[in-house]
């Protein structure tokens, strides 16, 4: 019988950081602060790569959802932090579109620029905001990740379809998570899936 239904969750510590942090976060500061947080943590705790988002409505912060790469603990490999994140604020607002006329506008918070599956993921979901640290190759650089063929006017593209970008919040910081994970990684501690040169397609 062939596979009829798949299954994505966060971990309870997403919850409890969360919870930590508070459910109402006013700043891009404060968003981008979490989001780095969860990205550390999650490669520590075995479920996927050095990646998180969240989704919170855009003027006043309230918290909406919260995702982190789950590609190795759900065996998925769509499992990625924005789309968790999306797909949970889809769930709580009750439909699949996050910028349905009358509802508050939501806003994307990633530690990096999404890669080609999320830019795609961002577009259909229906937010108003994206917000990364950078949009650089300098993730990739770090960690050995292959974020696919992203783009350059990808910027422009969102734009033009009402979805505004912001970049240089909390650069430092996540450039630090991926130092974290490169470390990680080299002393045989995390797998380095999707990474240039490996695997069948190599």
């Known amino acids: ?64 959802s919260a995702g982190v790469n789950r590609v190795l603990a759900s065996h998925l490999s769509v499992s990625h932090a924005e789309v968790v994140a999306l797909s949970l604020a889809q769930c709580t607002r009750g439909t699949w579109d996050l910028g349905a006329s009358g509802a508050p506008r939501t806003e994307l918070v990633v530690n990096w620029r999404p890669c080609l599956q999320c830019c795609g993921a961002a577009l259909w979901a229906g937010v ?17 990740f292959d974020e696919g063929p992203v783009g350059e006017e990808w910027i422009s593209q969102f734009e033009a379809r009402g979805i505004s970008v912001t970049k240089g919040i909390g650069v430092s910081e996540a450039i630090q998570v991926f130092q974290n994970y490169a470390e990680h990684v080299a002393k045989g501690c995390a797998v380095l899936y999707n990474a240039r040169g490996t695997g069948t397609n190599a």
């Not at 968003?31 to 006043?60: C, Y």
């Open 128 to 144: 108003s905001h994206l917000v990364i640290p950078d949009d650089s190759d300098q993730m990739e650089g770090i960690t050995g």
């Open 1 to 64: 019988m062939i596979a009829t239904e798949f299954r994505v969750d966060i971990p309870l510590w997403v919850v409890s950081e969360v919870e930590a942090a508070g459910r109402v976060l006013p700043t891009l500061e404060q968003r981008m602060a979490l989001v780095n947080r969860l990205a550390d943590r999650n490669f520590r705790e075995g479920g996927g790569g050095p990646f998180a988002a969240i989704v919170v409505e855009q003027a006043t912060g309230r918290l909406i």
